[in-house]
């Protein structure tokens, strides 16, 4: 129970503007709960006065009091309920934009901690799931709750003795779904791990459908799935087993003190006399017990599941802090002098991606990554916007560390194409401003728009959509070649017009013509501005001011092309490699 209180609490704050809903739900469980012992105290006066007795009820009174009672028990239903979902369909939508805005401003753990589809499982699926079967349990443990008082109260006024063995079983019956409640929430939690593992095989091959199929791994990847799914089944089942055993422990409970009450009230009635309306009166109200302990006793698994379920979006929430910001907010452009002095980075799985990493680059200087995969310059360039943490050392941009940096103006410093191209579900326009570019957007929006397609060499290809510039390029531009997505992204670096590029193989998915095209796009863009390149081709790179070579993290070289292959080191063998020269060669 302290768990539920703790968790229950934790939940509370998206509820805040719902507290009309709340009352609502709760007058009208109340008002139906106390209609409840009135259905069985209609049935007093119908069997000592109702049959044969000339005195009491007319004859059309208690089918005209039932009709009525029953009336008002269906609304303050239809109240409570309606209410309550009201209420969790409010807290829902709280949570959600709560979650989504952790997604928009959290810090960059939380998208190298937790896979899309988890992610995505738990803000569109998980809440809503959760909070149905929360809203149905609070129902039932509002006004079931109530009846039971209620009806308690009752059979405390026809006869406190026999009501005192009714009383007997609940303490039995909350151990016993105490001890099954803590198994539940565990099975719950099981259950959510399982299903974000199974949902992690389904995304991987979605987006890898291509190279499973390429390389015939069908096979293999319908067997992690089956495994996976196995899991999920096994988890699924003990959840079943442990709710289903709540139903038989409460009736045999029920059973044994209704036996009990039954022996007792024929064994009273034997020297009080009491009336036969005032003892169908008590088994009634008895019997009608049955039904709320029944109810009550169920609804811990949903409660559970429930509380699992929504508890992850506030974990979302809670766990990852937004990103920390500086308040140094030049009115100017920066001038895009970057220092890089004894940088280190660690993941959280404590690997090692970068170490005592020193470079200064001068404003308006192109400066060239090179390297073998995995030697850190993706990590290192990533650093720049903030986008990572460096785990030691400092960065400074114009000669102020980057974290005393107002995060927006600092990122509005920097321009990034990466080889991961990621496009949105949108038009081609909106995909280049990244923000809705409808077509009675301002002339000059548009007109920067086409200068960027343009100079990425897609004005072209934009005329020949259905809708030009608002063509819709659907999920992630799948209707896009890879060397098309590539030139909207660079359009997409072209439009910001930052002070700072990053291209993290910029090209890599460009045929020959059109990568000298956007080469010559990019000459341009560079003019005035500090540019930092990540190249595997290094003919590419070979006229960068500076030439950095890293391996397994740091900086093993660093000067003028010229320069690096004359000192015959690692970046002179690169460049025998690609071009077949000899490694002392100076061409």
Request: net charge neutral.
């Amino acid at each position: 129970m302290s768990r539920w209180t703790d968790d229950f609490r934790r939940i509370a704050p998206y509820f805040r503007g719902a507290r009309k809903g709340l009352i609502a739900a709760a007058l009208g469980a109340g008002v139906g709960a106390l209609t409840e012992p009135l259905v069985a105290a209609l049935l007093q006066p119908l069997l000592d006065h109702g049959f044969g007795q000339s005195r009491g009820l007319p004859v059309w009174g208690v089918p005209v009091v039932l009709l009525a009672l029953f009336a008002v028990r269906g609304l303050a239903s239809f109240v409570a309920q309606y209410s309550l979902s009201w209420t969790a369909a409010q807290g829902v939508f709280n949570l959600r934009q709560a979650m989504f805005e952790r997604l928009m401003r959290g810090s960059g753990t939380l998208f190298t901690s937790r896979s899309a589809s988890s992610l995505t499982n738990t803000l569109v699926y998980e809440v809503q799931s959760g909070s149905a079967q929360l809203v149905g349990a609070l129902i039932t443990l509002v006004r079931d709750s109530l009846t039971l008082l209620a009806l308690t109260g009752y059979l405390l006024y026809l006869n406190w003795q026999l009501t005192l063995f009714v009383a007997v079983m609940l303490p039995c019956l909350a151990l016993a779904m105490r001890l099954i409640g803590r198994r539940m929430r565990r099975l719950a939690e099981q259950s959510q791990t399982a299903t974000d593992d199974l949902a992690y095989v389904v995304e991987e091959n979605v987006l890898a459908w291509k190279s499973v199929r390429l390389h015939e791994a069908q096979d293999s990847q319908r067997a992690r799935f089956e495994s996976r799914s196995l899991a999920l089944r096994r988890v699924f089942l003990k959840g079943v087993a442990a709710a289903a055993s709540t139903t038989p422990i409460s009736q045999m409970l029920a059973a044994l003190a209704i036996s009990s009450v039954l022996s007792v009230a024929l064994w009273q009635s034997q020297g009080s006399g009491g009336s036969v309306g005032e003892f169908v009166s008590f088994v009634t109200a008895m019997l009608m017990l049955v039904s709320p302990i029944k109810h009550l006793s169920d609804i811990s698994g949903p409660i559970n599941n429930g509380l699992a379920a929504v508890i992850r979006g506030v974990n979302l929430v809670d766990s990852f802090p937004d990103e920390a910001s500086g308040a140094h907010a030049p009115g100017q452009r920066a001038r895009g002098e970057l220092l890089l002095e004894g940088v280190g980075l660690r993941y959280a799985d404590h690997s090692l991606a970068l170490e005592d990493i020193t470079l200064r680059v001068q404003p308006g200087q192109t400066v060239a990554l090179v390297g073998a995969s995995g030697a850190g310059k993706t990590s290192l360039v990533q650093l720049l916007p903030r986008l990572l943490e460096p785990s030691g050392g400092r960065i400074l941009l114009d000669g102020v560390p980057l974290a005393d940096w107002d995060l927006g103006v600092l990122r509005r410093q920097f321009a990034l194409v990466s080889q991961d191209v990621v496009l949105l579900n949108d038009t081609l326009a909106g995909n280049i401003a990244m923000r809705p570019v409808p077509p009675d957007s301002p002339p000059e929006l548009i007109a920067r728009v086409q200068d960027a397609l343009q100079a990425a060499h897609l004005a072209e290809f934009a005329a020949g959509l259905p809708q030009g510039l608002h063509t819709p390029l659907g999920h992630n531009g799948n209707q896009l070649s890879g060397g098309q997505r590539q030139r909207v992204a660079i359009a997409r670096a072209l439009f910001k017009d930052a002070p700072i590029l990053i291209l993290d193989e910029a090209t890599s998915a460009l045929d020959s013509a059109s990568e000298r095209a956007v080469q010559q796009a990019l000459e341009r863009l560079r003019q005035g501005r500090t540019t930092i390149v990540i190249a595997h081709r290094l003919s590419t790179i070979e006229h960068a001011d500076v030439i950095v070579m890293m391996a397994h993290g740091r900086i093993i070289e660093q000067g003028a092309h010229a320069a690096l292959l004359q000192a015959r080191g690692a970046y002179a063998q690169m460049h025998a490699l690609q071009f077949g020269a000899a490694p002392d060669s100076t061409a």
